[in-house]
């Protein structure tokens, strides 16, 4: 398995780097965000459904628990489980049609439902690091990454 330090200076640039993995995403493909409340997740989550050539506006449905793209080259199906409780409400909202669909998953605050995720998830950290500015953000994925 392959792990990756990045580093990023602004949203735009943690953007672009979800919009380049967003561009070589493959189906099946699941991608475990997490990190700190304002960290850059969102930004990571926008930059690649822009990849897969989403077109409408992409938020976190922190409400809604998920929510399905598909006017781009793949399935999106987007989680945000920050308000889950228990792991076994993920069964009520059928997680493992998105999970182990023909599309791809993106899961913000994935650590919360860490023993529902497939063995090759992809994991994305996102730091912040006052140190060096506001915006600085390092970044650790952690598995097969298509466009790494």
């Not at 050539?53 to 199906?77: A, D, K, M, N, W």
Request: one cysteine or more; glycine letters at 12%; charged letters at 25%.
């Amino acid at each position: 398995m392959s792990s990756y330090y990045l580093e990023t200076r602004d949203p735009a640039e943690t953007y672009a780097l979800g919009k380049r993995l967003g561009a070589a995403a493959v189906p099946g493909e699941v991608i475990a965000l997490t990190g700190d409340l304002g960290a850059g997740k969102t930004a990571f989550a926008q930059g690649f459904a822009g990849g897969l050539g989403v077109q409408e506006p992409v938020t976190s449905p922190t409400f809604t628990i998920q929510q399905l793209y598909e006017s781009g080259r793949l399935p999106l199906c987007h989680f945000d489980v920050y308000r889950i409780e228990e792991p076994e409400e993920m069964e009520e909202i059928g997680y493992e049609d998105a999970f182990y669909g023909d599309g791809v998953t993106l899961i913000e605050w994935a650590d919360l439902i860490e023993e529902l995720l497939p063995p090759d998830t992809v994991r994305i950290e996102i730091r912040r690091n006052p140190a060096k500015g506001d915006t600085f953000r390092e970044i650790t994925i952690t598995g097969d990454v298509p466009g790494l």
